[in-house]
Nanobody
Framework: VQLVESGGGSVQAGGSLRLSCTASGITFVARSMAWYRQAPGKQRELVATITPGDSRTNYADSAKGRFTVSRDAAKNTMYLQMDSLKPEDTAVYYC????????WGKGTLVTVSS
């Protein structure tokens, strides 16, 4: 299993970013997938999930109304559209299964300045 996150960067508060996650060894449409994040000095937390089949989504309270998780089955890729970003969204973002496997990617860093 290999997970690769991309799309992070530095933006000002109120800006947007779109993260991507590609994987080998995991078929996204067959597994519940999630985006997680880890801010400096904090534990990793769950941000958003998407179920197989009907693609039901769920979000942490901090992400509701601002983030949108989606996937492209043909590309076996998952996305996280992040709008109205806040400084507290600054973190390294990771994708993984639900529950998470022991294999993590390197993540992609999102930095939001005020």
């Amino acid at each position: 299993v290999q997970l690769v996150e991309s799309g992070g960067g530095s933006v000002q508060a109120g800006g947007s970013l779109r993260l991507s996650c590609t994987a080998s060894g995991i078929t996204f449409v067959a597994r519940s997938m999630a985006w997680y994040r880890q801010a400096p000095g904090k534990q990793r937390e769950l941000v958003a999930t998407i179920t197989p089949g009907d693609s039901r989504t769920n979000y942490a309270d901090s992400a509701k109304g601002r983030f949108t998780v989606s996937r492209d089955a043909a590309k076996n890729t998952m996305y996280l559209q992040m709008d109205s970003l806040k400084p507290e969204d600054t973190a390294v973002y990771y994708c993984n299964t639900v529950p998470p496997s022991i294999v993590w990617g390197k993540g992609t860093l999102v930095t939001v300045s005020s």
